[in-house]
């Protein structure tokens, strides 16, 4: 258990305040393995020893470091410029709306409805909140969807069940497995089970491969990827030539960001945990897609002046300020990056609300192929 005294929480609330702080110390959960944060932090406040810590069932470290700005503050106020914030946000929503526009006429001409069935498994809050957050997206387009809870002790066997009846359900077009599934389990044989013409997640292994491979075509691409790429293209980022660095390289980001970014003609480095000095390799890209999981893992001086940093990282912070007792950061300090890149996301409102954008979009694209509807 870690433990962080009063002192520690007031500065780390000035960091929130942003511009005025130019040292700010900040508790950070290592969230790799942390995403069943709103109940881990609610865990948190429960006890009476401590201001907060790192529950047993998640990961047992806790770090405490420093995300300043300290070499820049001196023109924090005047002359400095900020890189461009590609609002994700602001272009999921119009993304959403061209779905919707492409829904409405399909339904018209053919009188088909996507449909999109989410397999929840558990009771972890933060996949509960994701899987809500979802049905209402679907809503606002006009998906159909469907939904299959099953509690933490179910077998493989009864997924298994879920996923050949929506398999065989003509009016589903997606199936997502929500992740990451209880650890008795068996990942692979699940994602393995979903038809690849309905694998919305892109995770089915044929689609990966596909997507590794000259000359072939996934189905499907993973949506947190396709999400990143789409905000550099409508965003008329350059990606041809360019180096380009992920760092992390899970199958259902990092990896995949990867084969994207190659296939859009990058020149791709991966750092991953056993990366040697990773900054010496991020210092030299013109594009960072971060995928770690470890908030304001990247600092101001890991980035080379004018790059462009798209942060998938969603790490939940204590804040006492806000209602829900924590704040979500990326993987990138924030305040430090914006001085030195040329256009950067933010978290919330960055890569997160692309991924749900995507999900539609790839359910809308297996509709249309089902029902050969152009
Ligand atoms: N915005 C969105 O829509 C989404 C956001 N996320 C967020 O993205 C982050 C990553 O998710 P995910 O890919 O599933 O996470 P994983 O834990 O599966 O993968 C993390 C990757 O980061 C690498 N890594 C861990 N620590 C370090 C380090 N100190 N230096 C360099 N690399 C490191 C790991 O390396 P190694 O392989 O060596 O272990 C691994 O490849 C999380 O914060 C998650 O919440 C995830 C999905 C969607
Ligand atoms: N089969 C499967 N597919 C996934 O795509 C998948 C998954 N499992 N498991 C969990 C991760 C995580 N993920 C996110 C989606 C949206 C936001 C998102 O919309 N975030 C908002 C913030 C939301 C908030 O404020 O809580 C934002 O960044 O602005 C974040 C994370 C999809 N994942």
Same mark, same amino acid.
């Given at each position: ?7 520690? *929480? ?20 290592? *969230? ?10 609610? *865990? ?20 405490? *470091? ?145 997507? &590794? ?44 960001? &990867? ?25 030299? &890209? ?54 030195? &890149? ?33």
């Amino acid at each position: 258990m870690a433990l962080i005294d009063t002192a520690s *929480t007031m500065i780390f609330t000035d960091y929130s305040s942003s511009s005025s702080s130019s040292t700010a110390r900040l508790l950070l959960f290592n *969230t790799a393995k942390l995403r069943n944060f709103p109940k881990t932090i609610s *865990t948190f406040r429960r006890s009476n020893s401590l201001q907060f810590g790192i529950s047993s069932r998640t990961s047992p470290r806790t770090i405490i *470091t420093h995300c300043s700005s300290s070499s820049t503050s001196a023109m924090q106020v005047n002359n400095e410029t900020f890189a461009k914030v590609i609002d994700g946000k602001r272009v999921a929503q119009d993304i959403r709306e061209e779905i919707g526009v492409e829904i409405s006429r399909m339904k018209e001409e053919i009188g088909i409805v996507p449909g999109l069935a989410v397999i929840l498994v558990g009771d972890r809050k933060d996949s509960a909140t994701y899987v809500r957050n979802k049905k209402k997206a679907c809503d606002t387009v006009g998906i159909n969807s469907y939904e299959a809870r099953l509690a933490e002790d179910s077998t493989e066997e009864e997924v298994l069940n879920h996923i050949s009846k929506f398999n065989d359900d003509p009016s589903v077009h997606g199936i997502l497995v929500q992740l990451p599934l209880p650890s008795h389990m068996n990942e692979q044989n699940i994602l393995n089970a979903v038809c690849i013409e309905k694998d919305v997640d892109g995770f089915h292994p044929l689609n990966i491969g596909r997507l &590794a491979m000259r000359g072939r075509e996934p189905l499907f691409v993973p949506c947190t990827p396709k999400g990143c790429i789409e905000l550099l293209h409508r965003y008329d980022i350059p990606i041809k030539g360019k180096r380009a660095v992920v760092i992390g390289r899970s199958n259902i980001v990092g990896m995949p960001a &990867a084969l994207l970014l190659q296939r859009e003609d990058a020149t791709v480095s991966i750092v991953h945990s056993r990366t040697k000095n990773p900054e010496e390799i991020t210092r030299q &890209a013109d594009i960072i897609i971060s995928a770690v999981g470890q908030p304001n893992m990247v600092r101001g001086s890991w980035v080379k002046p004018g790059a462009v940093l798209i942060d998938v990282g969603i790490n939940p912070v204590e804040d006492p300020a806000s209602p829900r007792g924590y704040r979500l950061v990326g993987d990138i300090c924030y305040d430090e990056a914006r001085k030195v &890149a040329s256009a950067i996301t933010p978290v919330p409102g960055g890569v997160g609300p692309m991924t749900i954008a995507m999900l539609l979009s790839n359910t809308l694209l297996s509709a249309k192929r089902i029902h050969n509807f152009r």
